[in-house]
């Protein structure tokens, strides 16, 4: 997740290539290349969730790139979505102290 907060703070948009695409019950992997705003190529994973069932070698992939990391990439897609990610460790707490109160109210005796 810092990762991919990184990312979305510095991170540079580029279209690259898919060199392989595997989907997994585990989960899938995406294999991507590109070149960098300074001509570096790149080879890499695609480091966050995607759906690889429709994704096959040659197609094209926009991707969010780390310039001080390069290999570190995320799909742009996730961009649209990334401030999810801090509602879930809010949610979570919301959760808990909600059940905390629960079983207190329940567990407290009746007038």
């Not at 990762?3 to 989960?27: C, D, K, N, P, Y």
């Not at 590109?34 to 190529?41: D, I, K």
């Not at 742009?76 to 509602?87: D, F, K």
Request: aromatic share 6%; glycine share 8%; net charge negative.
């Amino acid at each position: 997740m810092n990762q991919t907060r990184t990312i979305l703070g510095r991170g540079v948009r580029v279209e690259a290539t898919v060199v392989e695409a595997h989907h997994f019950r585990s989960g899938d992997v995406v294999v991507v290349k590109f070149s960098t705003s300074t001509g570096e190529h790149v080879t890499t994973e695609v480091s966050d969730s995607i759906n690889a069932s429709e994704i096959h070698a040659g197609d094209s992939l926009d991707i969010v790139y780390d310039p001080d990391h390069p290999g570190h990439v995320i799909s742009a897609g996730l961009t649209s979505i990334s401030h999810h990610y801090v509602l879930i460790p809010l949610l979570i707490f919301a959760m808990i102290a909600g059940a905390w109160t629960c079983i207190r109210a329940w567990a407290s005796p009746s007038a």
